[in-house]
Every structure is written in C-alpha cells, then in structure tokens.
C-alpha cells in the first residue's frame, strides 16, 4: 500500500479540496493508529470517491451526498490509520468495504472503529493481538436548546449530575451521548447484540481547567459476556467544536 504522503500526493487536487488530513496525537496513545479528517460535504462527488481509490457500497447508491461524503471520509481515514498495520505475510491490509450502516468487517489481525460527524471523521485501529475491540466516536458539540430535547433520552441515569449553565450542560450531554455511542461500537461485536442509552451509565472527568479528558463507563444491565456492574473508562476531547470519545478494550 502506498504511504499517506504518496495518496495525498497522487490525488487530484480535486479531492484534496473534498478532505484534508488533521494532524493530532491518538486519543488513545502509540499502540492505537488514529487518523481524523476536516471534510467538506459540500465538495464531494462519486469521482472523489474513485479517485481516493474508495468506492461506494451499492447499498449507499441512491442515498444522499451527505451520506456518501460520510463514508468516504471514514473509510479514507480507516485506510490512513491501517497503513501503519501489515498481514502475516508483509502485506499492507486493504480497507474493508462494507458493510455500509453496520459495523465493518476488519480483516484478521485487527480491530478498528470509524467516526463521522459532517465536517470530521476519525478511525482508530490496533492489533487484534493487543486489543479486543475499539470504539471511537465524533460529534459536533450540541446547542443548548438541542440537548435539552434529548438529554432525559441520553442520559437517564446521569440527568441529576448535569451542570446548570445551558452551554456547560450541552457539552456534557454531547460528551456523555459520544461515550455511550464509542461504547456501543466497542461492544457490538464482542455482545452482538443492540442496546441503548440506559444500558450504562457514565461519568466524565475534566481537567483543572475544565477540559473534558476521560470518562467511566458503567453496564447497567447484562449484556454477555459482560455483566451488570462492568466498569471501562476511555478518553474525551474536545475541539474546534467537536467532541472526540474513544475506548479500546484490552
Ligand atoms: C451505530 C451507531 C452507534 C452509529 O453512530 P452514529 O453517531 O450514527 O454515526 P457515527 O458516524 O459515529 O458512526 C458510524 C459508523 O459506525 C460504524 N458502525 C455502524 N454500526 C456499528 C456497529 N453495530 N458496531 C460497531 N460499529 C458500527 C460504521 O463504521 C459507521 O460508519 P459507515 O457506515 O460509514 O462505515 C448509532 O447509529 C446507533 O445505532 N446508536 C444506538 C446504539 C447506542 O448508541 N446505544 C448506546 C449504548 S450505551
């Protein structure tokens, strides 16, 4: 596979106007490949999408341009992060291309998770042999009118420990909405099955600043091979008016 220099490099600068790389430490240290994306929604057509050597799934075909743009910034920065990675035999892996709307087929040898919140995407992948499953997870900070309509929904067990001040609290629903969401992709294929925001309960940590930096994730229910009361903590950002959450799971 090429190195990300050379595919920005041999790309059209047509598509160089559709996405550009962010530089930015792994949300989850060196063992974790990372790569995060600006894109515009706005500047993407098919070709973009051939030319970056990433064709649509069929299932994709007639859905919006938001939707296509989405996928081809999260599979770009798939492939950017799993160049790091190379198969038993030497050889760079391929970026899987599907399924579309469910979680991807990573190929043997390892574990990944994709993001995208029109305007950013990320990917985390690691070696199989190192983690069980990554779950990373991106959204743009919610208004305070929009977070009061959803935070009894997202947070249900967390609703008495939101702060007051409208924007404070919409940033911790927001973080608290991106935490649960990265635990839903990390778990889904070890539970294999569905399940929703009263499913665990969440607590963030910030620095003496403010900043958001980690959270704590507690299961409150059974979802086996894990059992009510299962703790994992990840790791929180925010910036440029994005929350970024990410776990991997040892
Ligand atoms: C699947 C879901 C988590 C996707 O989140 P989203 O905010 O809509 O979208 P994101 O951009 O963050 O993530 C989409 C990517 O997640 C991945 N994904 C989709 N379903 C997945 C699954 N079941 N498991 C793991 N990853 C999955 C895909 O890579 C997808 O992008 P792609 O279709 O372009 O490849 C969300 O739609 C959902 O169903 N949430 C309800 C379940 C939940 O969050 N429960 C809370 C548990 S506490």
């Known amino acids: 596979m090429r190195s990300l220099e050379s595919q920005l490099t041999a790309a059209p600068p047509v598509t160089r106007a559709f996405l550009e790389e962010l530089p930015g430490k792994s949300l989850l240290g060196p063992s974790v490949s990372s790569a995060l994306v600006r894109y515009d929604v706005g500047a993407f057509s098919e070709a973009m999408a051939s030319a970056l050597d990433l064709p649509l ?19 770009y920065c798939a492939r950017v992060a799993m160049s790091r990675f190379s198969d038993e035999a030497g050889r760079p892996y391929a970026v899987p291309p599907g399924p579309a709307e469910a979680a991807p087929h990573w190929p043997r040898g ?22 069980r499953s990554i779950g990373v997870d991106i959204d743009r900070v919610m208004e305070p009118e929009q977070a009061r309509k959803i935070e009894a929904e997202i947070c249900p067990t967390e609703l008495h420990a939101l702060p007051r001040v409208p924007a404070i609290r919409a940033l911790h629903v927001t973080a608290i909405f991106s935490a649960k969401e990265s635990l839903f992709k990390c778990l889904y294929p070890l539970v294999n099955q569905m399940f929703w925001f009263d499913a665990a309960s969440v607590v963030i940590s910030r620095d003496l600043s403010g900043n958001l930096l980690g959270f704590r994730a507690t299961l409150t229910c059974d979802l086996p091979p894990f059992s009510k009361g299962w703790t994992v903590r990840g790791r929180l950002r925010c910036e440029e008016g994005y929350v970024l959450s990410a776990i991997a799971l040892p």
Request: glycine share 8%; hydrophobic share 40%; net charge positive.
């Open 110 to 131: 390892l574990v990944g998770s994709i993001s995208h919140a029109r305007g950013r995407a990320v990917s985390l992948i690691a070696s199989a042999s190192q983690f």
């Open 57 to 75: 799934p069929s299932v994709l075909r007639q859905t919006a341009v938001s939707r296509k743009s989405d996928y081809t910034a999260g599979r």
